[in-house]
Each structure stands twice: as C-alpha cells, then as structure tokens.
C-alpha cells in the first residue's frame, strides 16, 4: 500500500511552489528594469541613459551624473536608474565638456548617441587645392531646413516650424553640421557650434573679417572646410584617442 501525503508534505510542496513563482516575479520584474525602493517600500520601475560619441570612436571618459563622478569607455550604458530629473557632464581631455539637464521616466532609455567633443585648441591648415575646388563647387544646400529670422533659428523641414537658437545677437549664416545632428552658426567674424536642440554650443573660431562663408563638412565630421573670399581653411575637429 502506498502511503497518502500528509499535510505536513503539502504544506511544504506548497511553501517550495509559492517561494519559486515568487523568485521567478522577482527576476522577471529586475530584468525589465524594476527595482525596489526599500525606504518607500514599493517597486519602481527604472531607466537608463546610452553614450555614444559622434564618431563611433571607443574612449575612456569621466562623466558626472548628479554630481557624483564614475569612468566609463564609450559606447555606455548607464543602468538601474531611478525616474527623476539629471544633470550629466562628460569630461574627455583637452576637449570642451559635454553638458545635458533631462527628466528621466520610468522604463525609459535616454540615447544620446551623437556626442561631438570639440577641441579646446582646433588646429587650422589652408586647404589642398582639391580641398579648395570642393569648397568652390559645393552646390549641397547645406542650409536646407534652416532660416534665419533676426537673433532666431528655425528648423522648416517638419510639420511645423520649430526653433532651435535664439542667439543674443544677430545670426548671419547657418549651416547643418554633417548628420543633421549640430548646426554650425556665424556671428559675424564667428563660427558656434550647437546641438540641433540648441544646447552645449561651442565657439569654433574666429574669422578674419566678416564676408559670407562656404562651408564642407568633411570625413563624417572629422573635418571642416571653409571658404571665405579668397582664402580656404581646413579646421581639424577628429578626435584624438588616449590610451586609457
């Protein structure tokens, strides 16, 4: 005869089926990006941030999130963070910072895959007699999406018109930047840079005089090449890798 289970052996077969479906939730709501508040007792769900450079290049940074500093080798994911408001600075040497203030929701995964990190001294050489044939034969509108009205830029390429800059003096040219993720701006004798959300802008350089100029954006945003009357200048703005 076969012996019938006792309570005992139930209960317990119970307690082992209900400690497993509650390990499985656990994993189940950490790998979609839950976390547990333990000082507010609840569940929330959590976010990310992915850093990339424009250039694709592989570099070791030092970012500041909320003022605590951490490394990192770009591309990088920042993982488990809680919903808020950010404030993030990436920090590559001899190169200008890079800045961005953002709401984080839940579940959500901040890209900022197009991180241009400007030289703190930009080297110049007069262009190549090719380089200068390119910059006279651009017939690329360039500026194609853009219009200037007074201090104000506008992006006209969508369903509405939408402003990207209001600069504090008057805007003379402006230009896409390569992946139509920056814009390049003159302000008389100089050349800014801005993201196309009109943040981190960075002065490029400074011109002679103040005639309209042609640019080329070169080698995936490596190098610029601009025209201005007679003289043709190539700006390096390819990043330098360090060994970490």
């Known amino acids: 005869m076969s012996q019938k289970p006792t309570i005992l052996w139930a209960v317990s077969k119970i307690s082992y089926l209900i400690l497993f479906w509650v390990i499985a939730a656990f994993v189940l709501m950490f790998a979609a990006g839950y976390r547990i508040n333990w000082q507010g007792g609840f569940v929330k769900e959590t976010g990310s941030i992915y850093l990339q450079t424009y250039s694709r290049d592989k570099v070791m940074v030092k970012y500041t999130l909320n003022g605590k500093e951490h490394s990192a080798r770009l591309p990088y994911v920042i993982k488990d963070l809680q919903p808020g408001h950010y404030s993030l600075t990436v920090h590559y040497e001899n190169y200008e910072p890079w800045s961005k203030s953002f709401y984080l929701g839940p579940s959500q995964a901040k890209l900022f895959n197009d991180i241009l990190f400007i030289p703190t001294v930009i080297d110049s050489k007069e262009a190549t007699a090719s380089q200068k044939a390119l910059i006279t034969n651009e017939e690329k509108l360039i500026s194609d999406g853009l219009v200037i009205r007074g ?81 043709f200048t190539v700006y390096d703005l390819s990043l330098q890798l360090k060994k970490p």
């Open 151 to 231: 201090n104000e830029i506008y992006r006209t390429d969508k369903a509405s018109d939408e402003l990207i800059l209001r600069s504090s003096s008057e805007v003379d040219q402006v230009f896409w930047f390569d992946r139509k993720t920056h814009i390049l701006v003159k302000n008389q004798k100089t050349v800014f840079i801005y993201e196309v959300d009109g943040t981190n802008g960075t002065k490029l350089f400074t011109l002679k005089n103040d005639l309209p100029i042609k640019v080329v954006v070169a080698g995936s945003g490596k190098e610029l090449l601009v025209g201005q009357g007679e003289e």
